[in-house]
């Protein structure tokens, strides 16, 4: 939604600036111009990149006009299933996971159903439970999963320097619509000076056009790729804080006061938050 509302703002500027100038609105519909920005910038976007990588770019790209997952809710619910794992291998052993591994859709309570619609982070939480269950050592697990979420953090991120690079090239694109103006407006030679000046100004509308795209819409979109992207590596280190002390048999009160200190501020629940969630949980 902020994001509707950002490309709101820099829309409404930009049209009450250019009007409130003088400017004629109609001038800027260059349909033409518009073509040649962003048929070039895709055409190398689909060179420079596989076709599997600039599927995942446009959805994560379209994935930022929905509202951020990862919310004080999702590390909520991250907390409670720890805390119910280890509360669970305390009473009936590492052995009594075994089935909610296999089906961890079975058992709600635990892995809710944000948890389960995230299949990477279900699959790492699955897949070490597993390892912890089969009695690795634990710096061996801390090392396995550090090596998994670099794997990951790599991969999530180069979808973001897709998208970015599209918008570092997209000035570019429109300096080259703009001179393939200018062109055209030498042809037009000996015309009358009102043809000449139309020519010109619709050429520099492809300059203008490509900044903007890249400033004003590419680029930003780019960023809060970057940043989801970050969020989403700050709530793997929770997830792997909390497998850390399933394997190392930490009571289930410091599991969660441990992943509760793993959280951001602006996202993390306060002590008395999360104590009264727990005991709620209990009772």
């Known amino acids: 939604m902020l994001v509707i509302i950002g490309y709101v703002v820099v829309c409404a500027s930009l049209i009450g600036g250019y009007t409130g100038g003088g400017g004629h609105l109609g001038i800027l519909f260059q349909p033409f111009e ?128 897709v998208i970015q690079t599209m918008a570092d090239g997209l000035p570019a694109f429109g300096i080259v619509a703009a001179v393939m103006g200018v062109v055209h407006t030498m042809e037009l030679v000996g015309a009358p000076p009102s043809v000449m000046g139309k020519a010109i100004a619709a050429a520099l509308v492809g300059t203008f056009v490509g900044i903007l795209l890249a400033y004003g819409f590419v680029g930003p979109v780019g960023a809060l790729m970057a940043t989801r992207s970050e969020m989403e590596a700050n709530l793997y280190k929770c997830a792997q804080k909390g497998l850390l002390c399933t394997a190392k048999g930490v009571s289930p009160m410091m599991t969660a006061e441990y992943m509760r200190a793993m959280i951001s501020s602006d996202k993390r629940p306060s002590f008395k938050e999360l104590d009264d969630l727990l005991r709620t949980s209990k009772g």
């Open 34 to 161: 518009y073509i040649i920005i962003v048929g070039a910038a895709v055409g190398a976007l689909v060179v420079a990149n596989p076709l599997s990588l600039v599927k995942e770019a446009v959805a994560k790209a379209t994935a930022t006009l929905k509202p951020e997952p990862y919310n004080r809710e999702f590390y909520l619910d991250l907390i409670m299933c720890f805390y119910m794992l280890t509360n669970k291998t305390r009473k009936e052993g590492l052995l009594s996971l075994e089935e909610l591994i296999e089906n961890p859709d079975s058992n709600p309570t635990i892995f809710t159903e944000k948890i389960v619609h995230d299949h990477h982070l279900l699959g790492f939480v699955c897949d070490n439970l597993r390892l912890i269950v089969t009695g690795i050592e634990v710096h061996q697990l801390e090392e396995l999963m550090d090596q998994t979420m670099d794997t990951h953090h790599e991969d999530s991120h180069k979808p973001v320097g």
